[in-house]
């Protein structure tokens, strides 16, 4: 079945520094989307990519998705102490049903204030 | 309004009983799921209805049933329950026709089995 993965499992940062995660697909996937989970919450939608090489910012965050769509990453510029938090990316595997969403493992992310 | 709410929020039980959580979202999307999330954070998808429908059931144990009344609500029960249940079960939900179909997820609901 389809696997996504997704690295570093862990991240620690001085504040101010950038952070990367980076998620691969074992399947070309019609979309992703990234969450992030802060600790003891609920995942909470960021944003979704659909179009082949695709780059959208929000604000300090910068998501991108790549050229074979097998592929996607989330930049931090700037961390700060609010950014903690588990990242998880999820895709949809292209021609499969939409209601399931496969879930990378996340990457936790400490800031150091 | 919490869009996504679930009940109970924490649920501490002893192995082999049988036990509930209710799941219901007032977003009027017509898709509802069951997540479940160990301890090391991996979250997986168990079940999904589209419109009191069940579209997908990833190979969970027949213990686990869950039921959909209408579209806004979604339970999950629970018999015989083992120690490998223990987890933080989410509920989720989503609309296709006119979203981008992201999930709006529940607070959780964390289970120990003792």
């Known amino acids: 079945g389809q696997q996504v993965m997704q690295i570093p499992q862990y991240q620690h940062v001085q504040e101010g520094e950038d952070f990367t995660t980076y998620c691969n697909s074992s399947t070309t996937l019609s979309n992703i989307q990234w969450y992030k989970q802060r600790p003891g919450g609920h995942p909470v939608f960021l944003i979704q990519?659909?179009?082949?090489?695709e780059v959208k910012k929000q604000k300090r965050l910068t998501f991108q998705f790549g050229e074979a769509k097998k592929n996607s990453s989330l930049h931090i510029t700037a961390t700060q102490t609010t950014d903690v938090g588990t990242y998880f990316c999820?895709?949809?595997?292209?021609?499969?049903?939409?209601?399931?969403?496969?879930f990378g493992k996340g990457t936790l992310l400490t800031v150091n204030p | 309004d919490t869009a996504v709410s679930q009940t109970p929020k924490y649920l501490v039980t002893q192995m082999g009983n049988d036990k509930s959580i209710k799941c219901e979202q007032n977003l009027g999307h017509d898709t509802m799921y069951w997540y479940k999330q160990d301890s090391k954070k991996f979250l997986k998808i168990m079940f999904s209805?589209?419109?009191?429908?069940?579209?997908i059931n990833e190979t969970v144990p027949n213990r686990f049933s869950p039921k959909s009344p209408d579209k806004a609500h979604l339970n999950l029960h629970i018999n015989s329950l083992e120690l490998g249940d223990s987890a933080v079960y989410f509920c989720a939900s989503s609309q296709f026709d006119s979203g981008s179909g992201e999930l709006f997820f529940g607070e959780g609901s964390r289970l120990t089995v003792l």
């Open positions: 990519l659909v179009k082949s090489g």
């Open positions: 999820a895709g949809t595997p292209s021609g499969g049903s939409n209601y399931k969403l496969t």
């Open positions: 209805y589209n419109n009191k429908e069940l579209i």
